[in-house]
């Protein structure tokens, strides 16, 4: 007995296979035409959010008004052996970050004063 669901098979050097009819060839035309559709729309839903963010991201970076003149200098007194780790500054207050052997802290610099709004030393947690 024979079974065809094997899949291909040579008979006298010709191969044979599954016939489609043409009902099913329409179905499988119109479902690649499909899927070719909506990876085009895909590709260019990415490509757009892709330019979106591009432009977006040049809009966030204006820069604050400043009401009144920022001071030319300002002193900042750290411990002794105090090194600076990081700097961030927010509208017109500075935040300097610092590391000293005697710990590390923050400093808030206001740049209109040039005076410290506040410091923050940071200790480490003490186990419970």
Do not use: C, W
Not at 29 to 38: D, K, P, S
Not at 70 to 93: K, Y
């Amino acid at each position: 007995m024979r079974d065809d669901s094997a899949g291909p098979e040579q008979t006298d050097g010709k191969m044979t296979g599954i016939v489609l009819g043409e009902r099913q060839i329409k179905m499988l035309r119109v479902a690649v035409i499909a899927m070719g559709v909506i990876l085009v729309l895909g590709f260019i839903t990415v490509i757009a959010r892709i330019v979106y963010l591009v432009n977006r991201s040049s809009d966030t970076g204006t820069a604050t008004t400043v009401s009144q003149p920022i001071r030319d200098t300002a002193r900042l007194a750290l411990p002794p052996g105090a090194s600076v780790r990081h700097i961030s500054l927010a509208g017109q207050r500075l935040a300097v970050h610092y590391e000293s052997p005697g710990g590390s802290g923050i400093v808030v610099l206001d740049l209109q004063t040039g005076k410290p709004v506040s410091r923050i030393e940071i200790v480490p947690e003490t186990p419970r």
